[in-house]
């Protein structure tokens, strides 16, 4: 787990930023849910085969002998959410949330046991064009914040029922060839042979890459779902490659998944993924709810700005004030909240903690302001003040309080 310094927090800032405003004009609102929940909650969701129940939550008992564990992704907590307030009854909602994920894995690069997610969900929504929507949303954002060199993998994991016949159709393959299994994929034989797909061991590759392929068994409405997707991607411009391997860690979805990844990362090539969780809110005990989603790491979106060198709007300081003096000090503190006032949105620092005039002229120059109020003791008598340009070779000039906020104002536009 990592702190998050604040030499970092303005790439944080414009993350976050930049996706509520982008949220907003897609008609997506803001939820805020629990980041701890019961464990049943994840096990019934998630699925208790996979890594993340298996190995990777932060799970304990409290003191009344129940079992929670701090959330290792945010649908889940959602969908429970959603269906605890009555808000899927015969509606349609679209939103956001966004804040700490938890999972115990081997930390590394862009993967940290406290992490952060941006997770978008829709429910009551049908058809392929809300799974485009999403898909275009995500492409939008890469626009906005200047990512470059992503590739949108695709898939279809087709129906609940279709899914099982593959299934039974992807076991026998594998028992056919036991002893290339590894422990992880002898375990998951039985109970979900699609997990073999996803495995990370190098030495399975050729013998995974072998497999019958889900989409040569998908039902003909997925099918026909799945292909007006691919339209509408192609008509909105975007590239993606159809990812046959593509089926994600967690067992609740069904039809339409994405992946967005990198080359520039490393091993974790994945920025941003999701997909449609059609039977999840009614195997939750809600409605039966048409939903889907994508979930981003802002880690690995903001290592990935770093690396590709991505510039970012600084919230520089715009004025700094130098008090020398004990009555500037005095007189200063309440005229800097007046200017506070008069001029709204003024980046204004003072100068605390005392100091010589040299070395708070020295702060002002390192805080990155463009002016320099300065206010010693014959100043604070007078009502007037020094303003200091500390980007330009200038003159300073001596300006009365009463048209200091004026004349800032004033300054501060050219």
Not at 44 to 49: Q, T
Not at 154 to 181: C, M, P, V, W
Not at 378 to 396: D, P, T, Y
């Amino acid at each position: 787990m990592n702190d998050i310094l604040p030499a970092d927090i303005a790439y944080w800032q414009h993350l976050e930023n930049t996706a509520r405003m982008l949220f907003a004009e897609y008609g997506f609102q803001e939820i805020r849910v629990p980041i701890v929940e019961h464990t049943s909650l994840f096990k019934r969701s998630i699925g208790e085969m996979t890594d993340i129940v298996e190995k990777e939550m932060y799970t304990f008992e409290d003191r009344s002998g129940d079992s929670l564990t701090l959330r290792p992704e945010a649908t889940a907590g959602l969908v429970r959410a959603m269906i605890s307030n009555g808000l899927l009854h015969n509606q349609r909602h679209k939103v956001w949330t966004t804040g700490p994920m938890f999972r115990h894995e081997r930390p590394q690069k862009g993967r940290y046991r406290q992490f952060h997610q941006i997770d978008v969900e829709a429910f009551g929504f049908d058809g392929p064009d809300l799974d485009a929507e999403l898909i275009l949303m995500t492409a939008r954002l890469w626009q906005r914040l200047g990512i470059q060199r992503l590739t949108l993998n695709i898939n279809s994991l087709g129906t609940f029922q279709s899914r099982q016949a593959y299934r039974e159709i992807l076991r026998q393959y594998f028992k056919s060839h036991l002893d290339q299994l590894d422990a992880d994929s002898l375990r998951r034989l039985e109970n979900n042979p699609l997990r073999i797909l996803d495995t990370k061991n190098p030495a399975m590759a050729t013998l995974v890459a072998e497999a019958p392929l889900l989409t040569e068994y998908l039902d003909e409405e997925s099918a026909a779902h799945f292909k007006t997707l691919c339209h509408h991607l192609d008509l909105a411009g975007i590239s993606y490659v159809i990812n046959p391997r593509l089926v994600r860690g967690l067992d609740y979805y069904s039809r339409t998944v994405f992946e967005w990844v990198t080359t520039e990362l490393g091993s974790q090539d994945a920025v941003c993924s999701g997909g449609r969780y059609d039977g999840l809110v009614a195997q939750l005990g809600g409605d039966q709810t048409s939903a889907m989603g994508w979930a981003l790491g802002e880690e690995r979106i903001i290592n990935l700005m770093q690396t590709q060198g991505v510039q970012i709007p600084a919230n520089q300081t715009d004025v700094y004030i130098v008090l020398a003096g004990v009555q500037a000090e005095a007189a200063g503190l309440s005229l800097v909240e007046r200017l506070r006032d008069q001029i709204p949105g003024c980046l204004i620092e003072t100068n605390c903690g005392g100091g010589s005039f040299k070395s708070q002229l020295k702060r002002a120059d390192k805080s990155g302001a463009r002016y320099a109020v300065i206010l010693g003791d014959s100043e604070a008598a007078q009502q007037v003040a020094i303003l200091k340009n500390l980007r330009v070779e200038s003159a300073q000039e001596q300006v009365t309080w009463a048209l200091l906020a004026e004349t800032l104002r004033q300054r501060l536009a050219n």
